[in-house]
């Protein structure tokens, strides 16, 4: 079975901190997103990578910047967080081109104080 | 690019009827309709998709149809059961395109009542 975990279930930190949540898959997939999850807003894509070191901008890239240095490790960081940024975080993984399932983890709370 | 809209946004049923979300999509061009099912505490999980050669596709008591004219589709689910409880996301895609993305739906909260 496909796994993609994420660093932390649950994360708390105050406004101005720098913030690194990490994703990581089993699978060798290429693609690899990040998503951000708000009631009543649903699924909204932050960044994705297609390959090791590419990345590309997704609906709401502001205020966040990715690496990806491995295929398997996708991190999503927040450069000074804002309260603003309090979501669920969820990261997910797909193999190949555009029609292919994409592969969940279990998210990750983030509250910003 | 692509944009899906949802409804209903929160749809309860009684245990046994059949539930039924919709979703539109604007792009022409996609050809890849997955749905995704979030239960509580986990992250979404595909349990359906459909691709634009085919216009209706079953999976025992769950199914999609697509109406490429319409750019609509929709998920049914016959006999619901408590289980099915659980947020339902609808999704579109150019398959073939190297970079992979889904658009999403903002998601529909079924509650089945036993």
């Known amino acids: 079975d496909v796994k993609v975990t994420q660093s932390s279930r649950y994360l708390v930190k105050r406004t101005g901190e720098k913030v690194f949540l990490e994703c990581v898959q089993d699978?060798?997939?290429?693609?690899m997103f990040w998503y951000r999850q708000d009631p009543g807003l649903g699924l909204r894509l932050i960044y994705f990578s297609y390959d090791v070191k590419m990345k590309e901008k997704g609906d709401i890239p502001e205020g966040y910047s990715v690496s990806r240095e491995k295929k398997e490790r996708f991190s999503l960081i927040l450069e000074s967080a804002s309260t603003n940024q309090t979501s669920m975080y969820l990261c997910?993984?797909?193999f190949g081109a555009g029609g292919s399932e994409q592969y969940f983890g279990p998210g990750t709370r983030l509250t910003v104080t | 690019g692509e944009n899906v809209e949802q409804h209903p946004s929160t749809l309860s049923v009684q245990e046994g009827d059949s539930a039924v979300i919709k979703c539109t999509y604007s792009d022409s061009a996609s050809n890849y309709f997955p749905w995704y099912k979030q239960e509580l505490g986990k992250g979404p999980q595909l349990i359906i998709d459909?691709?634009?050669?085919?216009g209706e596709k079953k999976d025992q008591r769950i199914a999609v149809t697509l109406n490429k004219t319409a750019k609509h589709f929709s998920l049914h689910i016959t006999e619901t059961q408590p289980e099915d409880s659980a947020v339902y996301f609808c999704a579109a895609s150019r398959g073939g395109s190297t970079l992979g993305r889904l658009y999403f739906g903002r998601g529909t909260q079924l509650t089945v009542w036993p």
């Open positions: 699978m060798d997939h290429e693609n």
């Open positions: 459909i691709r634009s050669n085919v």
């Open positions: 997910a993984s797909s």
